[in-house]
């Protein structure tokens, strides 16, 4: 865009009217304005964007709730400073940073709320006070060190507080009574009682004030009561539940009341009195943990994994607060360490916009603290959707919440006996993505049925046990959900067997979503690829190993912002290059890592990116070293941020997958691997990366994978056989 005198005083004018208003309010900085800084479109990229002109008038970013949207903490001299700069800023640098910018604004009412209207702010917190329901309110970063201040010696933020003086600090803070709040230094959190004293015009002045809404009831049952029928008595028959040494799978829901599934449960942990249990959901659950397929009349999609449950019954009958939940779960989990993935199969409807909630923030800082992995539900949609689905159409069908959760995995389901959608479609009610982040979700689905043709149950679900001793008949997310629980437990406890490399959650999802990719034969377009997730994957055996024509290796890596990391030469088994040295075969790369997180800026709280690309190395007529990448494809023209984010950039798990049956390239095969942060030397630390690669002969009876090894071996390349009795070879 470019820079005239009326755009300089456009800006200008806006920043200093903030500055007069951070002067009233009495701004400071340790309580300053929030102002959110909206920018050009084509400025979204890290290149473009005005970080260093903000900073040098004491502005920096502070957070982030869209994309294009930043927030910083305001006083009446620093806002005068940006002012002038904007006026007077004549360096190339200057010019082109506010060139990026076009509206300055206070955070106002309709941020807080989410709403376009002070009436419709002051009806949310009228509906909060009628149904008794606690105001969930989160706050910009500063307001840590606020309550930090104000925190004893005995209970000082960030050193464990006990929970009377923690709440004693939220509320001298607020001047309200708080229920319980969570200290986090990035997106602090309270729950308030719906007081009289909960007003619009509170909220307007209070400057730390991020977000009010109505706080999550979190439920294992949609709104739309989840139907069972029951089919036939199971008293008879002996149910296959595993024993002795068998891995465990956590179960978070309702309880498991089976007599038949009692010898499959481990450990048991109950916080409800028997009035509000209501275990038909856990017990359905626990099922399919155990014996997916067989309660599924051996139908071969299903997987062969079984796995033991510990029953962690957190779920009452009719739903859980939020708050409660989170307590509930963080205890079981730290209880538990020796349970490394657990099953989720609750959620809650999204109430607005797709943001990255509190509990799913939760989860994700429980994850990376005790190193499990969730396996989420992405939620049941109430109406039911046609396939293919109507493009551009919202419908709600967004995920419930915590399936966005960052570290979890979240599964969709599909319809494997056809009904409202034709078979194996995504089911007509389970919600898609993407996720806040723009990030594919679920990351994987499986077979849970769907409604008939009228949308009633009956013919097309899934199988599994209820409390009465039946097999019974249902459809959900739900019950996908514990499927690829299974398996992950169980890819889980063979890397763990292995002395290859440790298990980690990245590592697992990773794995698993390589696998969907490269076994699922449905075809799925790209547009459904937040249908589908990346696919179904098979049991933890062909996770885990394939087919001879199929060769995979596993390169865990260390990266560090800056500078490219190359394999090369890359292994390549021999029969998929052509006598001219083209690839001549199928190629997927997977790319899986733990990225750091900062809750603090909402869709851009992933603050590094991993890329990486398969292909080959050439000499340009200047003798310098290029390289050419096959997968992905490279992208010629522009290429702007927003269609990056689109394609990947920034999303944690990023997966690549290319036939060339005419063959391709030439040269010196490689791997390239490269670290970008969101700002230059922000997160001051290496990334780990796990990049999973296979090739795939093209004719099912080339054996490749014993040319594979043959060829590691050549090279002279360290490596270890991942699990045993497995194909997968791991980069050591």
Not at 208 to 231: F, G, K, M, T
């Amino acid at each position: 865009m470019p820079i005239t005198d009326t755009l300089r005083r456009e800006l200008s004018t806006q920043v200093l009217q903030l500055a007069e208003m951070a002067a009233r309010t009495r701004a400071s900085a340790s309580n300053p304005l929030p102002v959110k800084v909206v920018l050009h479109e084509r400025a979204l990229a890290k290149s473009s964007r005005p970080y260093k002109f903000l900073k040098n008038a004491a502005l920096p970013v502070i957070a982030v709730e869209r994309p294009g949207e930043l927030i910083v903490g305001g006083t009446s001299d620093r806002l005068t400073a940006l002012a002038s700069a904007i006026q007077t800023g004549t360096s190339k640098e200057d010019i082109f940073h506010i060139s990026t910018l076009t509206v300055f604004s206070a955070w106002g009412v309709s941020d807080i709320f989410g709403v376009s209207t002070e009436a419709e702010a002051a009806a949310l917190l009228q509906a909060a006070r009628d149904r008794g329901a606690f105001v969930k309110v989160t706050f910009f970063p500063w307001f840590s060190t606020m309550v930090q201040r104000l925190a004893t010696p005995q209970g000082a933020i960030g050193q464990g507080p006990d929970r009377p003086s923690l709440l004693a600090t939220f509320e001298q803070a607020l001047g309200l009574e708080v229920r319980t709040a969570n200290a986090s230094t990035d997106r602090p959190v309270a729950y308030l009682e719906p007081t009289a004293e909960l007003t619009v015009d509170y909220f307007r002045d209070h400057k730390s004030v991020r977000s009010v809404s109505l706080e999550p009831i979190y439920s294992v049952v949609d709104p739309a009561s989840q139907p069972y029928i029951e089919l036939a008595s199971l008293e008879s028959q002996q149910v296959p539940v595993p024993a002795g040494e068998a891995v465990v799978v956590g179960v978070l829901d309702s309880g498991v009341d089976s007599a038949m599934l009692e010898p499959g449960i481990i450990g048991r942990e109950t916080f409800n009195v028997p009035a509000d249990r209501d275990p038909w959901h856990g017990t359905f659950v626990s099922g399919l943990v155990m014996s997916a397929r067989w309660f599924n009349d051996d139908d071969q999609r299903f997987p062969l994994d079984v796995a033991l449950v510990f029953d962690a019954e957190v779920m009452p009958a009719g739903g859980l607060p939020e708050h409660l939940l989170f307590e509930r779960i963080s205890e079981v989990v730290r209880a538990h360490p020796e349970v490394h993935v657990w099953n989720c199969s609750f959620g809650a409807a999204p109430l607005g916009n797709i943001e990255y909630g509190t509990l799913a923030q939760d989860l994700d800082a429980l994850s990376d603290d005790l190193g499990v992995l969730f396996v989420q539900a992405a939620g049941n949609f109430p109406n039911l959707r046609t396939w293919p689905p109507t493009p551009a159409v919202a419908i709600g069908d967004d995920l419930a919440s915590p399936a966005e959760a960052i570290r979890s995995m979240a599964v969709g389901a599909r319809a494997h006996n056809g009904g409202y959608v034709p078979q194996e479609m995504p089911s007509s009610y389970s919600r898609r993505g993407p996720s806040f982040a723009l990030h594919v979700k679920p990351d994987v689905s499986h077979w849970a049925g769907d409604m008939n043709q009228s949308g009633s149950l009956g013919g097309h679900g899934v199988k599994s046990i209820v409390p009465s001793g039946m097999s019974a008949e249902s459809v959900g997310t739900s019950f996908a959900t514990p499927i690829v629980s299974s398996i992950a437990a169980n890819v889980w406890d063979a890397l763990a067997t292995s002395n290859a490399t440790a298990p980690r959650p990245e590592l697992v999802k990773g794995l698993i979503v390589h696998s969907a990719l490269l076994h699922d034969q449905t075809g799925i377009d790209s547009d459904h690829r937040n249908y589908f997730g990346w696919g179904t994957p098979p049991s933890s055996a062909l996770v885990l190993g394939g087919d001879p024509h199929i060769f995979t290796t596993v390169h865990e890596v260390v990266l560090t912002p800056g500078s490219d990391w190359y394999k090369q030469p890359f292994p390549v088994p021999t029969q998929l290059l052509t006598p001219e040295g083209k690839f001549h075969g199928e190629v997927l790369l997977t790319l899986s890592y733990a990225p750091p997180i900062n809750p603090a800026f909402g869709s851009e709280a992933v603050r590094t990116d991993v890329s990486g690309a398969f292909g080959y190395m050439t000499q340009t007529p200047e003798g310098r070293s290029r390289f050419r990448s096959i997968t992905p494809q490279e992208v010629v023209g522009g290429y702007w941020e927003s269609q990056q984010v689109a394609d990947g950039k920034w999303s944690p798990l990023k997966s690549h997958r290319k036939r060339y049956p005419q063959g391709t390239g030439r040269g010196t095969w490689a791997l390239r691997l490269s670290m970008t942060e969101r700002v230059d030397d922000e997160a001051h630390q290496e990334q780990r990366v796990f990049a999973i690669v296979s090739f795939r002969a093209l004719a099912p009876d080339v054996d490749i994978y014993s040319t594979g090894v043959r060829e590691v071996n050549r090279l002279g390349y360290v490596n270890k056989v991942m699990a045993p009795a497995t194909r997968l070879r791991v980069d050591g």
